[in-house]
């Protein structure tokens, strides 16, 4: 058990012009496969991954540790060979499906907003555990139930709207945030966050900046990490 809420990293790729996503249908690739393998240790060293309802829509993303060494390195330690997994929604129609659903031995948890529990149990309760998350989604909520389970390090993937629900909370303790050497250029596309009032950012008479803890050059992408927050190590 934990006392704290979990140390929470948010990690994203995004183009040039801060997009996340086109608008073509097909899933955009933002990164490399050297970067593709970094994000696969990082998630194999959290305890949880977390992503928004409308991520496992759009993308379907497994939310597995590929490398088979990582997770046999995660079972030495007594862990599921992947972490758990984590979404939140507020209307509660998610496909059960989804290989958020569907892929991985590991244990799968829904928080769902107050209007919208029994809908969503109905339909994903067998397969997942759907937590009251209030009404409107209580981020601290799902913090402090998270933190009762046992995870110390959640890692958020997304998307948009659930980054910027982290950002404008000032619940995030880090940023990796790699840039694609390319732009989307089209504002309908998703981008990185949603509109909002940030900790990092203008005020009447200053600007808030956030600490950069670190630029790695990956083949062609960047990696920019940002600490959030006193916990990040610098």
Do not use: Q
Request: proline share 6%.
């Amino acid at each position: 058990m934990v006392s704290e809420r979990p140390y929470v990293l948010l990690s994203c790729a995004a183009s040039i012009d801060g997009y996340i996503d086109d608008v073509s249908g097909r899933r955009l690739l933002l990164s490399n496969e050297a970067d593709f393998d970094r994000v696969d240790d990082v998630r194999a060293g959290c305890d949880a991954i977390l992503v928004g309802a409308n991520t496992i829509r759009r993308d379907d993303p497994r939310l597995l540790v590929r490398s088979a060494a990582r997770r046999a390195a995660r079972m030495a330690r007594g862990l599921s060979p992947t972490p758990i997994k984590v979404t939140v929604t507020g209307r509660g129609d998610l496909d059960p499906a989804a290989r958020f659903f569907t892929a991985g031995d590991t244990e799968k948890i829904v928080y769902a907003a107050s209007p919208a529990l029994d809908r969503t149990r109905e339909l994903l309760g067998a397969i997942a555990e759907v937590v009251d998350a209030g009404d409107p989604l209580d981020l601290p909520r799902i913090l402090d139930d998270l933190s009762g389970r046992g995870v110390g390090r959640l890692m958020v993937e997304g998307g948009g709207a659930t980054h910027t629900r982290f950002l404008t909370a000032g619940l995030a303790d880090e940023l990796h945030l790699v840039i694609a050497p390319f732009f989307v250029g089209d504002r309908r596309a998703p981008r990185f966050v949603g509109d909002g009032v940030f900790p990092w950012g203008p005020s009447a008479d200053t600007v808030h900046r956030a600490r950069l803890a670190g630029v790695t050059k990956i083949d062609d992408v960047v990696l920019l990490r940002y600490a959030l927050s006193e916990r990040c190590p610098a």
